[in-house]
T-cell receptor, first 110, second 113 residues
Framework: GIQVEQSPPDLILQEGANSTLRCNFSDSVNNLQWFHQNPWGQLINLFYIPSGTKQNGRLSATTVATERYSLLYISSSQTTDSGVYFCAVEPQGGSEKLVFGKGTKLTVNP | DTGVSQNPRHKITKRGQNVTFRCDPISEHNRLYWYRQTLGQGPEFLTYFQNEAQLEKSRLLSDRFSAERPKGSFSTLEIQRTEQGDSAMYLC???????????FGQGTRLTVV
């Protein structure tokens, strides 16, 4: 099945710093989503981005489907950005499920 | 109704007992999914419904697990004869038909002692 790799696995920043999280996937996909998992375990939707670039406040994302990767940019990070960021893809070929990476754990220190 | 709702939020059970979780999707969403997440891992797919039809099941879903969505609205996930390895966060998600953007509930954290 499709493989989803996220890097880095862990990231520690000072408040105000910028960061880039990467998601590589091994096969063609119909869809790609980025999530932030809060300390209580809920997955919060950040972006639905099968291709192209989107921005939402301090966050933006770019997916280059032909090269099988996506990037999540966080600018001017805040302590509330801490948590685990997941990339999830829906493989082409009829399956409707999402396949998740292992996540990037982000810690933003004051 | 502004989101996916799961109940209970936490469940502690003794090994060998049966447990049932409920998921109420976003009301206009036809698709409903169950995932399981263990510590330090990303969620893993368990099963998927389109309306009341269960269209796909993962090999992770052993014969002790059963899921239903009887009227195409809420869904239940039952685990029979629980084992310690079943301890995990169980996540439900829903999405509309035309755009498969999934929205997740708060999850049910199961601890088997």
């Amino acid at each position: 099945g499709i493989q989803v790799e996220q890097s880095p696995p862990d990231l520690i920043l000072q408040e105000g710093a910028n960061s880039t999280l990467r998601c590589n996937f091994s096969d063609s996909v119909n869809n790609l989503q980025w999530f932030h998992q809060n300390p209580w375990g809920q997955l919060i939707n950040l972006f639905y981005i099968p291709s192209g670039t989107k921005q939402n406040g301090r966050l933006s994302a770019t997916t280059v489907a032909t090269e099988r990767y996506s990037l999540l940019y966080i600018s001017s990070s805040q302590t509330t950005d801490s948590g685990v960021y997941f990339c999830a893809v829906e493989p082409q070929g009829g399956s409707e499920k999402l396949v998740f990476g292992k996540g990037t754990k982000l810690t933003v220190n004051p | 109704d502004t989101g996916v709702s799961q109940n209970p939020r936490h469940k502690i059970t003794k090994r060998g007992q049966n447990v049932t979780f409920r998921c109420d999707p976003i009301s206009e969403h036809n698709r409903l999914y169950w995932y399981r997440q263990t510590l330090g891992q990303g969620p893993e797919f368990l099963t998927y419904f389109q309306n009341e039809a269960q269209l796909e099941k993962s090999r992770l879903l052993s014969d002790r697990f059963s899921a239903e969505r009887p009227k195409g609205s809420f869904s239940t996930l039952e685990i029979q004869r629980t084992e310690q390895g079943d301890s995990a966060m169980y996540l439900c998600a829903s999405s509309p038909l035309r755009v498969s953007e999934a929205f997740f509930g708060q999850g049910t954290r199961l601890t088997v002692v």
